[in-house]
């Protein structure tokens, strides 16, 4: 991937801080700003690979929903070779990011096809698909249409097919939900943010970024048709599951 400047987007005091958008400026500093705000990032990407490569199937579409710059796209891109007919569709609703994650696709060769589309995931067309990423979107959607995305996921998932979604969340136990919040603030104060950065950023996020409950996560997909759900990976407050299609 190219090498991204470094995250200074909240560094300054900002005499108002507008809701945060995945603009050209975030484009220019995803990479470092996604590496130093959420814990075991690169652990989630490795793990996202593997799970790929374990459940992808023949004659089937792989779905990257909300792949912004195309991390995710592109480790299941490099898990899929050997397995006959497949094809990637990435999906983002930023025109930056598309563009972006277009150029870091075609800098790598590989024979499996793969289309970038600038839509929003929550009206993308998903058929006949076998492996399908939400790699820190769901949060993104407004929490009374989530249910309405999962499903169309699911609809479009083959019998094996799975989910493979990654959120922050929170604690139903609110002192532990401080806790883990700190842990993160932690996180982000060792990876080189300020005070002001952290808090600005946390102000910027919080109105387009509605966290739910882990165990909310794991009854929506039940509820949509999900039999198994299981956690895979977790570092405080951030998550990544696995939902099976039977």
């Not at 975030?26 to 593997?50: A, C, K, T, W």
Request: proline content about 3%; hydrophobic content about 40%; aromatic content about 8%.
């Amino acid at each position: 991937m190219h090498d991204s400047k470094k995250d200074a987007i909240f560094a300054e005091p900002l005499t108002q801080v507008s809701d945060f958008v995945f603009d050209q400026k975030v484009v220019e500093v995803f990479p470092d700003m996604i590496n130093r705000s959420v814990p075991g990032y690169q652990s989630i990407l490795h793990g996202i690979g593997q799970l790929t490569q374990r459940f992808a199937q023949p004659h089937s579409k792989v779905y990257d929903l909300g792949c912004s710059l195309g991390a995710a796209t592109l480790v299941m891109r490099q898990n899929l070779a050997g397995i006959a007919d497949l094809q990637i569709v990435a999906a983002d609703n930023s025109v930056a990011m598309v563009e972006r994650c277009r150029l870091h696709l075609e800098g790598f060769r590989s024979d499996i096809p793969a289309e970038v589309v600038c839509a929003d995931v929550r009206e993308l067309d998903i058929d006949n698909a076998s492996v399908v990423t939400m790699n820190f979107t769901l949060q993104f959607i407004p929490q009374d249409q989530r249910q309405s995305v999962l499903q169309r996921i699911y609809d479009g998932l083959k019998p094996g097919g799975v989910l493979l979604l990654s959120e922050k969340f929170k604690s139903e136990n609110a002192d532990l939900n401080e806790v883990l919040v700190d842990l993160h603030h932690e996180f982000k104060r060792a990876n080189g943010y300020s005070e002001l950065e952290i808090s600005q950023k946390r102000a910027a996020i919080e109105n387009v970024m509605r966290v739910d409950s882990l165990a909310t996560h794991q009854q929506r997909l039940h509820d949509v048709g999900f039999t198994a759900v299981q956690v895979w990976f977790q570092c405080y407050n951030f998550t990544a599951l696995i939902a099976v299609k039977n």
